[in-house]
């Protein structure tokens, strides 16, 4: 059942893509930036969990819990004492406080707990492994792919009908306009945050579960694959960006195995050959959404 | 209602109102003319918080609102029709009319109000669950005005509202505007379609290149403008394109 393994491993995988993408995306769709302190709330949610096991008792779903609030929480407070500030002044200005809020964040983790890595206790779930339809898989796959159907329904349902949700879509539509309606920039912006953290502590409770261990660095590589997967997908749209995530994923498999033993090591060069592909064919992705490019001052 | 006293207002280095003082009162329609560029929508995006003056003041119902937020300003009670509609086109047509009524839903009163705007506004009801984005211009400019309505508005603005219409849908909107003031709605007109406007309004303001130019009852502007006929020269129908 090779083909099986292959289906359930690329559904995971781009399941996780579309988390960390959709997360990237929720920010950029209203502010039109690319917050590249996005990966570090995954680390701090990593870093939560680490804490949690290593020095108290409570257990793991008491974990998650906090290490998702966490990551929530940063993702707001840098909105709050940051992005705030500097938001009405120009792109660049908020672009620069992005990487500012990452190595910030990557050199008080170094700082107060250690630049090495550190293991992370997790629930035994995620070691065990479960057979569907004659796949034998490991268990974390089934449920990375069944949290994010979750979230995604639960995400869908509150864009389409709640007042803040269609809010929400005003504001990645014309902001301006959409404060026009009464609606409060501070509210939009760190609603957008907020998912935006949420999500990204989601993914870090399945990122962390692969290696079961974190390091001050570990926001790095989702940040770059939600980068990538928006690029694909199209930056302008939520549903762009799942579809991203799915097909970075569906990529990376099909390299892994097509590739020769040789030539797995340049499986990212292949990816970002891809990237440039869709950065010169089509550079508003595969969904292009239909957002205008209006700036938020 | 609305007072403007001595507003200046710039984009970067170059000034787009110079000292401009207004006043809108309870009930009346209030046009605004002049031509492109003398400063019509900048007073309208000053007054609504779009754009913050550099010096001046604006007050509305005793209260200064100067430099507040667009979010605040709609909460007093002023609401924008924009230049251009600004229709959320992936928005449906009830989704629109949902943002519209934000700062002050009430679940009883949203009811009656979209029937209300329903009314007013019949094409509404049949495109309720449209994108905006594939309504025609017209029915975009019905959207744009019932929205901003759903906010119970105590001074409705206006921005251009009939540009780019055909002339049926630009009766069909003066005709509009006609109703909202018998039902008591204060209005202030930003138009480049001058006589329609002049036609309709209790007062009028003309700006040009950013400094007011008259201000009167459309009576007044009459006399001034046949004046100025006879002295320039004009077709004898000046007011039509004078258009201020």
Redesign the interface.
């Known amino acids: 059942m090779i083909f099986g393994e292959f289906v359930i491993n690329t559904l995971s995988l781009g399941s996780l893509y579309a988390l960390v993408a959709l997360g990237l995306v929720f920010v950029y769709g209203i502010l039109k930036l690319v917050n590249f302190a996005y990966g570090e709330y995954v680390m701090v949610a990593g870093y939560s969990m680490y804490i949690l096991g290593a020095f108290t008792p409570v257990p793991w779903w008491v974990t998650m819990i906090v290490a998702v609030a966490m990551a929530a929480l940063t993702s707001y407070l840098t909105e709050l004492v940051a992005f705030r500030r500097v938001r009405q002044k120009s792109d660049n200005a908020a672009l620069v406080t992005s990487f500012a809020v990452m190595v910030l964040l990557q050199n008080a983790v170094l700082l107060f707990v250690s630049p090495r890595a550190r293991a992370v206790k997790l629930p035994s779930a995620f070691s065990e492994s479960i057979t569907i339809l004659g796949v034998v898989t490991p268990l974390r796959n089934v449920l990375t792919i069944a949290t994010t159907l979750v979230l995604l329904l639960g995400l869908t349902l509150l864009m389409k009908y709640t ?1 803040l949700g ?2 929400m ?2 504001a990645a ?2 902001f ?10 501070n509210l939009v912006i760190s609603f957008a945050f907020i998912i935006s953290g949420f999500l990204a502590g989601v993914v870090s409770i399945f990122w962390v579960g692969r290696s079961a261990s974190v390091d001050p660095l570990i926001g790095f590589t989702p940040l770059l694959i939600a980068f990538i997967a928006t690029v694909i997908g199209g930056m302008n749209s939520l549903v762009g960006a799942v579809a991203g995530g799915y097909v970075y994923g569906l990529l990376f498999n099909i390299l892994s195995i097509t590739l020769p033993a040789s030539m797995i090591s340049y499986r990212d060069a292949f990816m970002f050959m891809i990237v440039i592909l869709f950065l010169l064919l089509r550079p508003e992705g595969m969904i292009k959404g ?2 205008t490019e209006e700036r938020v001052g | 209602m609305l007072t403007i006293k001595d507003l200046n207002a710039s984009y970067g280095a170059i000034t787009a109102l110079h000292g401009l003082s207004l006043e809108v009162e309870e009930g009346e329609l209030v046009a605004l003319l002049g031509t492109n560029g003398a400063g019509k929508s900048t007073t309208l995006k000053s007054i ?1 918080g ?1 754009l913050k003056p550099t010096s001046g003041t604006v007050t509305f119902l005793g209260e200064e609102i100067t430099g507040k ?3 605040a300003i ?2 007093k009670g002023i ?2 029709v ?1 230049e251009g509609r ?1 229709i ?4 449906t047509v009830s ?1 629109n009319l ?3 009524a ?4 009430n679940k009883k009163r949203y009811q009656a109000d979209l029937e209300e705007m329903f009314e007013l506004f019949p094409i509404l009801k049949d495109r309720f669950n449209q994108p905006g ?1 594939l309504l025609s211009g017209g029915e975009q400019q019905q959207l744009a005005i019932a ?1 901003a309505l759903m ?1 119970h508005p105590k001074l409705l603005m206006l921005d251009e509202p009939s540009l780019g219409l055909s002339p049926t849908l630009v009766n069909q909107i003066f005709d509009l505007i006609a109703k909202l003031r018998e039902r008591g709605t204060t209005i202030l007109l930003v138009e480049q379609n001058a006589e329609r406007a002049v036609h309709l309004a209790d007062r009028v303001y003309v700006l040009n290149t950013g400094n007011l130019e008259f201000a009167g009852t459309p009576d007044q502007l009459e006399k001034e403008l046949d004046i100025a006929d006879v002295y320039f020269g004009g077709d004898g129908e000046g007011h039509h394109e004078v258009t201020l």
Do not use: H
């Open positions: 007042v269609i809010a879509r005003a539509d014309k301006t306009t959409t404060r026009l309606m009464g609606v409060q920039a239909n957002y | 609504c779009v937020t667009p979010e709609l909460r609401s924008l924009p600004e959320f086109t992936s928005l989704e949902r943002l519209g934000f700062s002050s839903y984005g929205r906010s």
